[in-house]
Structure formats: structure tokens, C-alpha cells
């Protein structure tokens, strides 16, 4: 198939079109052949996408020369009645069956001509404005590969949290913009790439998270890396709890992955620059900064010393003990949420100096529930994921080809005993370690008092 095919799609009837299908591919828009574009965009949808004729109508009334192509793995009646409605306006590439978001994006760069590529989720809204993509052609002109500021459409409760979440995403990609010009991981729901780039690291791979796939091999090779702050897309949580532990598995699924790749690389180049990158993992995980404290900080000696002094007063004051027990358990207790909320603060204020520079919301009353509740569960839901898999496949000795195929046993075969056991072990190892240290100070004291 010629490089100039065009494909139109003007039929609402499924089986019309199935019928028609050969020959609208083969079409030649002879008109086209001249013409030339400043940038490419590609759309993947799975079925249907209640968002694809907004994000379509934006599309199309931008002032930039662009092509527009939408890959549709298995339509719905639905979505042929969106292809009739915009079939000036876009190329549709219909596949009857799945093929995967990696393969069907490969297979439409190839049909495209643009020197630079946007790829854009279909569940993201973009902003109303025409110069959408003039602003990302003119900020490429200095990149290779071009991250677009998100945020998230705050509705409900979950996603006024998570949206903290986002930012702190989105602070990581400025802050590595401004001060590396290169970043190992970008959103790949909105993001732009030069064409001899795309081409020279051979596209997208078929592994559960392609977008931390390309970003680091891109990273690795050190093509330059941008940020766009000027304009945002926005993106949507799931609503459902069960729905967002479904999808925070299958990401801790792609991350064990893609730690398996390339994690020695990455250490590698970490240790050539930690002051930029660990503050940055702090960011991403705050939740990190409690855990690193329970591990780091040497409290042992002074509780031993101080146990040992209230064991002298006992001693000759024996009633006064359980009194300076609860009092030194209190001491304990109190310097512990002093901690917490001093290291809270301190990610507060960086935030909120983030949020203001970035044109982001910030309210303290959810980033309070985001920092103690929402961060520590989407760590440990994130550690407990990869942990395990990351053992099975260093006892399997897994290649890329593989990825796929044993990840999705391994998410859907939850029953599993192995699995089961590992993710117990994991919980119970997490839950033991952010424990609060009052409270194990409060049971070391009432040992120490019986044991005397």
C-alpha cells in the first residue's frame, strides 16, 4: 500500500463499509501527494471513545497544515457514525480485530509525512483554542521529544486527590526539562516527537507501558527533551475504586517490566546526577519521605538510653514507672507527628511554589489527604505489584518478546498460590514498616516494664 493511501471512511453500515473496505483503501488522493505538513497526529481507540468528536472538532479547526489519523481497533456502530462525520477531516484506519496500541501506531506513522508526531490518547480533552498545535510545533523547534502539560478534570473526590498526583508528575518533567533536557519517563497520553527520532529507536515496542518504554530509550540516547507549559490537555480518573486498582495493577505490572529492562541503566545514569534525580523520586512518591525516615533515622540508641534511665527511677520509685512509661511513649509519639508534619510542610511548600509557577490549583486540605493517605496506598499498591513480579521474572529470564504475554497470566491469574503468598508477605512487610514509631516505642516500653 502506497505511502499516499488515503482512507476514508463515509459509511454508517457496518457491513457496507466491510464490503467497501479494500477499495477505500486503495484510493489515491492525488491532491495530497503536494501537499505538505508541519505535524502528524495519531489517535488509537479501542472500540468506541465518547471523547473522539471533540478532540476531533478541536482538531480540525487549528491553523496549522496537520494530518489526523485514528487508528480503531474493533469500532462500534457508534464510532462508524463518527468516522462518517469527520471523514473530510481525518484518516481512519479501521482493524477488525485488536492489535494492539504499539502495532497500530507503528503502522500509521508509516502512512504519514510530517516531520514531527503528536500522539494523543482518545479519553483526553484538549483545550478549545487554534493555536493547540502551533504551540507544539513551535516549542519542538528545540526538542526532540516534547512532554504537554496534564491535568486532571476535578469531578469527583478521587480525582481531586489524584490530581496532586499529576502535578507532582508534571513538576518531575519541568524540573528535568529545565535543568537535564532529558527525562527517562514522559505521559503518554499527549506528547510530541520528532519523525527521525521516532525512527531511529525503531517506534514504539510491544510492552504493557510503550510510553516509559520510548521515553527511556530516547533518554538513554540523550535526544533532547522539553516541556510545554503554555497549554495542557486534560485527562480523566477512573471513578470506580475497583476500577483505579485495576488500572494501578496493570501499571505496577509495566513498571516491574520496565524496571527489568532498563533499571541498571537507569541506576547507572542516576548515579551520575543524583542531586537531580532522587529529589525528583521524592516528588513522584512522597509518600517515600515517611518510609525513608522509619528506615533511616537511628532511634534505637536514644530509646535504649532513655529506657534505661526511667528503669533507674523505677527502681527506687516503682510506682512512678508505668507513668514514665506513657509519658515517654507519649514524648515518642508526639515527636513523630512532629516529623511527619514538618517533612509534610516541607513537600507542601515545594508544591505549592511548583503549582503557582506551573499555573497549577493547589488547596492544603487535599494535598493533607494526598500526601498521608492517597500517596502511602499508591505506594504500597506500586511495591507490592512489582516486587513480586520482578522476582518471577528474574527466576524466568524473561526477553522483550515475552513481555506481554506472561504479564497478562500473571495479572489475570491471580489465584495463584505463588502470587498469593508473595503479595501477603509484601502487605505485611509495607504495613510493618510505616508503622508509626510512638506506637512501637509504647509496646518496647510496656516490654521492658514487664520484663523487670
Known amino acids: 500500500m502506497s505511502s499516499h493511501t488515503r482512507l476514508h471512511v463515509d459509511l454508517i453500515d457496518k457491513q457496507i463499509f466491510k464490503k467497501r473496505r479494500k477499495l477505500l483503501q486503495d484510493m489515491l488522493d492525488v491532491g495530497m501527494l503536494a501537499k505538505k505538513y508541519e505535524i502528524s497526529i495519531f489517535i488509537p481507540v479501542y472500540k468506541d471513545s465518547k471523547l473522539l468528536p471533540a478532540i476531533l472538532t478541536v482538531l480540525a479547526n487549528q491553523n496549522i497544515s496537520k494530518e489526523i489519523f485514528v487508528i480503531i481497533d474493533e469500532p462500534t456502530s457508534g464510532c462508524l457514525e463518527t468516522m462518517a462525520k469527520f ?43 487554534p493555536d493547540f498545535l502551533s504551540e507544539i ?74 510510553d516509559l518504554d520510548i521515553a527511556t530509550r530516547i533518554y538513554l540516547k540523550n535526544w533532547r527533551f522539553n516541556y510545554l507549559a503554555n497549554t495542557e490537555v486534560y485527562s480523566h480518573v477512573k471513578s470506580g475504586f475497583k476500577d483505579w486498582m485495576i488500572e494501578r495493577r496493570r501499571w505496577a505490572i509495566g513498571t516491574a517490566l520496565w524496571l527489568r529492562e532498563w533499571g541498571w541503566d ?19 512518591f512522597p509518600s517515600l519521605a515517611i518510609i525513608t525516615l522509619n528506615l533511616l533515622t537511628p532511634h534505637l ?3 535504649n538510653i532513655l529506657s534505661l534511665i526511667l528503669l533507674l527511677i523505677g527502681v527506687k520509685a516503682s510506682f512512678l514507672l508505668p507513668i514514665l512509661v506513657l509519658t515517654h511513649a507519649g514524648l515518642n509519639l508526639i515527636g513523630n507527628v512532629l516529623t511527619s508534619l514538618f517533612v509534610f510542610l516541607t513537600f507542601a511548600s515545594v508544591f505549592f511554589v511548583c503549582t503557582k509557577l506551573l499555573a497549577f490549583r493547589f488547596k492544603i486540605y487535599e494535598f493533607f489527604i494526598y500526601y ?57 512487610a509495607l504495613g510493618s514498616l510505616l508503622a508509626w514509631k510512638g506506637l512501637q516505642g509504647f509496646i518496647l516500653q510496656i516490654g521492658i516494664s514487664r520484663g523487670t
Open 372 to 428: 498521608f493517605f492517597y500517596s502511602l496506598l499508591t505506594t504500597a499498591l506500586t511495591t507490592t505489584g512489582i516486587l513480586p513480579r520482578m522476582s518471577f521474572y528474574a527466576i524466568l529470564k524473561l526477553n522483550v518478546s515475552q513481555h506481554m504475554t506472561i504479564a497478562e497470566r500473571l495479572y489475570t491469574d491471580c489465584d495463584s498460590r505463588v502470587a498469593v503468598v508473595c503479595r501477603s508477605v509484601m502487605d505485611s
Open 137 to 210: 510545533v513551535y516549542h519542538m523547534k528545540d526538542a526532540d521529544v516534547l512532554d504537554i502539560k496534564k491535568e486532571i478534570t476535578a469531578r469527583s473526590l478521587m480525582s481531586r486527590i489524584a490530581y496532586y498526583e499529576l502535578v507532582g508528575s508534571n513538576i518531575c518533567t519541568w524540573l528535568m526539562a529545565k535543568f537535564l533536557k532529558k527525562c527517562p519517563v514522559i505521559n503518554g497520553s499527549a506528547f510530541a516527537i520528532r519523525r527521525v527520532v521516532f525512527d531511529s529507536i525503531g517506534g514504539f515496542r510491544k510492552v504493557i507501558s510503550e
Open 87 to 129: 471523514e473530510r477531516e481525518a484518516r481512519f484506519i479501521i482493524n477488525e480485530e485488536r492489535v494492539g496500541k504499539a502495532n497500530a501506531l507503528n503502522e500509521a506513522v508509516k502512512l504519514s509525512s510530517a516531520p514531527i508526531l503528536l500522539f494523543l490518547d482518545a479519553d483526553i480533552e484538549i483545550p478549545p483554542s
Open 301 to 303: 540508641l536514644p530509646y
Open 266 to 284: 537507569l541506576m547507572k545514569s542516576v548515579a551520575k546526577q543524583p542531586q537531580t534525580l532522587v529529589p525528583i523520586l521524592f516528588l513522584l
